[in-house]
């Protein structure tokens, strides 16, 4: 097998519809699984979405209510309850989820309250374009392209596997590279950085279609800026079984585990600037203690407002679009 670009190989491993990560029928989220979303340690992310959503809903005058990347439908379930009640009656949930076992979850938790759609443009086209658009760790499982920074310039990662399936990097001839604020920051020679570049060009293919509303991003990351700052060999990672591995040891247990990346918030801004009015970035803590009207200080809500710990590991990118 010849060498091929890491995003291919990315793509392949997470959504490849037989073996992919996303399509296997395994548990992969939550105690148990391979990776614990913020949702599932405490209700104060669902209380805060569901004040933002409800403000959003009211200001854009819109009816529609969109999650994507519903993983198993809990964080929906919650954000809808905690929703007012006049709210929650007016309001339409759709869930956009191409994953088809994580689909089955969410039918089962959720049942007549929602409607679902495998793409984004299904879902905007059912709202005719105008709705509030919420997702929670949903960038990170878009594949990487990624860099080395040679002598050279920037050339990009490629993997090989040989006849016992053993992976060996390599980098591929000088080329144009892809639109991304990561190589206009100062790096030395050595890091490794990844471009989401699937998801700006997913991006290009649905927001047209958005014609009113507000949209919530929240992912962990930060802003180019500050994104490698002591982290030479980039971001990239997998999750098997609650273990973070990295290295060569992200090409082992293919489709068994998850792959991920942090996200380059500078990037989704400057991606997402022809078509929003309006935009916003917040550390998640910020944003939950702004929308929290919890008072209680158990263990894991502190750890998710502490600064120290998701409090600024997940970043919130709060996006306007005027009609």
Request: proline share 5%.
């Amino acid at each position: 097998m010849k060498p091929i670009p890491f995003e291919q190989f990315m793509a392949k491993a997470l959504h490849e519809p037989q073996h992919g990560y996303y399509a296997r029928k395994i548990q992969t989220i939550g105690h148990g699984g391979d990776f614990t979303t913020a949702p599932m340690l405490s209700n104060t992310p669902a209380h805060a979405i569901a004040t933002w959503a409800s403000i959003a809903l009211r200001e854009s005058r819109c009816r529609n209510l969109i999650e994507i990347g519903p993983g198993t439908g809990a964080l929906a379930a919650a954000v809808m309850k905690s929703l007012p009640r006049l709210t929650r009656w007016k309001s339409r949930l759709h869930l956009v989820e191409t994953s088809d076992p994580l689909t089955k979850i969410q039918r089962q938790r959720l049942g007549s309250r929602a409607t679902w759609h495998h793409t984004i443009q299904d879902a905007l086209t059912a709202c005719d374009g105008h709705a509030v658009i919420y997702s929670n760790e949903w960038v990170d499982a878009f594949p990487v392209r990624r860099f080395e920074k040679t002598t050279s310039g920037w050339q990009e990662i490629a993997v090989h596997f040989d006849d016992q399936h053993v992976a060996t990097e390599s980098l591929m001839p000088l080329a144009t590279l892809p639109e991304s604020s990561g190589f206009r920051t100062s790096h030395p020679v050595g890091q490794r950085i990844e471009v989401h570049e699937s998801f700006h060009r997913h991006l290009s293919d649905w927001l047209p279609l958005w014609k009113s509303g507000k949209m919530l991003t929240i992912d962990y990351g930060a802003e180019a800026e500050t994104l490698y700052h002591r982290r030479p060999s980039g971001t990239l990672r997998a999750y098997l079984h609650q273990q973070r591995l990295e290295g060569l040891a992200i090409y082992q247990n293919i489709g068994r585990q998850d792959l991920t990346a942090d996200v380059n918030f500078t990037d989704l801004q400057n991606w997402s600037q022809p078509w929003v009015s309006q935009q916003h970035l917040m550390t998640f803590g910020d944003f939950l203690n702004s929308n929290s009207k919890s008072t209680t200080s158990d263990a894991p809500q502190h750890f998710l407002t502490d600064h120290h710990g998701a409090g600024d590991a997940f970043l919130v990118l709060e996006q306007e679009r005027s009609p």
